[in-house]
């Protein structure tokens, strides 16, 4: 796995949260003033199609998953930790931005990073995306969080159009090993997405009790 500056790096890298020290939970009721008027609109994967159609279907499930869990909460209970972890439901989103940036702009494209990211020092912090979403508002963790899945779903689809398809190699090579795939970008996407929603669950039923899928 690739780590935040282009290295390989083990599980243990940013792109993997970890058990941290516990902190007190802050049982807060939002404040309708502070909470933007967001909807998130999430439709069933098909039971049937191509395999395309049936990738991103499930991708698309799981990040209106992990954005459901954030909806209608204010900045403190977007900060609430759920212990002995340091995850909240603010830097869920903001991490799950950066993963969309890195692999579909960075791995796929082989951009560099762009901002907010490029001018992070990582060295100082390597769980930035994480511990800066404390200073975010609702709206700016979603306007984050929902351009970088536009832009995401932009890119997958100028490869789509290409003769490659799913099979479209990525610009940024590995260290070692053999170059990933649009293909193993999605898939990637759902285990990603998938943690993460399990993560978002917890934390959102310890903030106010909301519970299901």
């Given amino acids: 796995m690739w780590n935040v500056k282009g290295e390989f790096a083990p599980a243990e890298s ?11 939970l802050r049982m807060t009721t939002p404040d309708p003033a502070s909470v933007p008027d967001t909807t998130t609109r999430r439709v069933d994967p098909p039971h049937q199609g191509d395999e395309v159609t049936l990738l991103r279907s499930y991708v698309a499930f799981l990040r209106a998953s992990v ?18 972890s340091e995850l909240t439901l603010g830097g869920l989103l903001k991490h799950l931005a950066l993963v969309e940036h890195w692999w579909f702009s960075c791995v796929l494209r082989g951009t560099g990073y762009a901002e907010p990211w490029a001018s992070v020092d990582w060295d100082a912090d390597e769980d930035w995306d994480h511990h ?7 709206a700016e963790l ?27 190699v990525a610009l940024r090579p590995p260290p070692e090993g053999d170059p990933v795939t ?32």
């Fill in 14 to 24: 940013p792109w993997h949260p970890r058990r941290r020290t516990a902190y007190g």
């Fill in 67 to 84: 954005r459901l869990k954030a909806q209608g909460l204010d900045a403190a209970s977007l900060r609430t930790r759920h212990e002995p």
């Fill in 132 to 138: 800066s979403a404390d200073q975010d508002s609702p």
């Fill in 142 to 168: 979603l306007a984050l969080y929902d351009g970088a899945i536009a832009e995401s779903d932009r890119i997958t689809d100028e490869l789509l159009a290409t003769p490659e398809g799913l099979d479209t």
């Fill in 182 to 213: 649009l293909r193993y970008v999605l898939l990637h996407m759902v285990e990603e997405y998938g943690r993460h929603a399990g993560h978002a669950d917890l934390i959102r039923e310890s903030i106010d009790g909301l519970t299901g899928e």
